[in-house]
């Protein structure tokens, strides 16, 4: 059987399916099991399939039953970089790299303004390490500190960071701020995607059956790790810093009552995401 071929037949086999991402997922997969890159595959879609068609059959029942792609090839592309992921860690969004694109600006802004300046910046639920460490790479010149409470996301944090070779995000495992203080480590930029869903929720069987429901849920509200942070950051964050999150989509109103009250006379703002959803808030520390 032709690569194009088994395309044709894994089409067939999921147009049903109720996925709206199959067709590009059946090329990641096929790639993936020929060991070669999603943009080498039209170049061999001809050729014969170099694989045991049964382990690949197994592989696409298992997709079509909701195991994401990326925990078949443990591959997710994030800001560029492919990151190992599995189930321990939650698969890093595109949504957080649009964080990760305006957090770039405002470190380019700051070293624009203040020349050589050695920055901190510390990552609260690190996860993959999908946001240290692409920011890491991006911007060599800084002292990252990346935590996680789940020893288990940090050793993929780590795998990371060795595969990708950045040399500058160290990683602590601990509660929310509970081991930056214990370090007693200052940042200029805190940095928070935290588990948001709120715990009642309904969310899609594909997420809440494969990825860690500590990295996805909080609780009835969803805002308690931005409290947490609200009511803390003066342990953590240096004057004149900034405090960086991704929110919910729907949670922009209530989280801004929060920032008022918590933060009464600081600059902050929301920014949208590509898909026009409130996605982002940053708070300046004056
Ligand atoms: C939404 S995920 C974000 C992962 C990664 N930063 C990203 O953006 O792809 C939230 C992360 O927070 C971690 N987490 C949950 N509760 C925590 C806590 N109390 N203290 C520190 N990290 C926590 C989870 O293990 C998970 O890795």
Redesign the pocket.
């Known amino acids: 059987m032709t690569v194009n071929e088994l395309i044709q037949k894994s089409e067939d086999y999921l147009k049903d399916s109720n996925n709206a991402n199959y067709l590009a997922d059946i090329k990641i997969l096929i790639a993936f099991f020929m060991k070669t890159s999603l943009a080498k595959l039209y170049a061999i879609q001809n050729d014969k399939i170099n694989f045991k068609i049964d382990d690949y059959w197994q592989q696409l029942m298992a997709y079509r039953n909701g195991k994401p792609i990326q925990h078949i090839t443990n591959l997710q592309n994030f800001y560029g970089y492919d990151f190992y992921v599995d189930y321990n ?2 698969i ?2 595109y949504e ?1 790299e649009e964080l990760v694109d305006n957090i770039n600006i405002i470190i380019d802004e700051i070293l624009l303004n203040n020349g050589d300046k050695p920055l901190t910046l510390i ?6 390490g ?2 240290a460490i692409s920011l890491g790479l991006e911007n060599p010149s800084l002292t990252i500190y990346a ?4 020893t288990e ?1 940090l050793k993929v944090a780590k795998r990371n960071i060795k595969q990708l070779n950045c040399k500058n995000v160290k990683l602590l495992e601990g ?2 701020l509970e081991p930056f203080i214990k370090n007693k480590i200052k940042a200029d930029l805190l940095v928070c ?3 948001y869903i709120p715990k009642n929720q309904n969310i899609s069987n594909r997420v809440k059956n494969y990825e ?1 429901h ?3 849920f909080s609780d009835i509200d969803g805002l308690y790790f931005y409290r947490e942070i609200f009511q803390n950051w003066q342990k953590v964050v240096k004057k004149n810093g900034i405090l960086c999150f991704e929110h919910g989509y729907d949670q922009k109103k209530d989280l801004e009552k929060l920032v008022k009250e918590y933060f009464p006379n600081q600059k902050y703002y929301f920014q949208k995401d590509i898909n026009k959803k409130w996605r982002i808030l940053f708070i300046n520390i004056l």
């Open positions: 860690v939650l890093p969004r957080t990552d609260i639920g690190t996860g993959s999908a946001i935590s996680d409470i789940s996301a509660d929310m995607n935290p588990p860690p500590v990295a996805l």
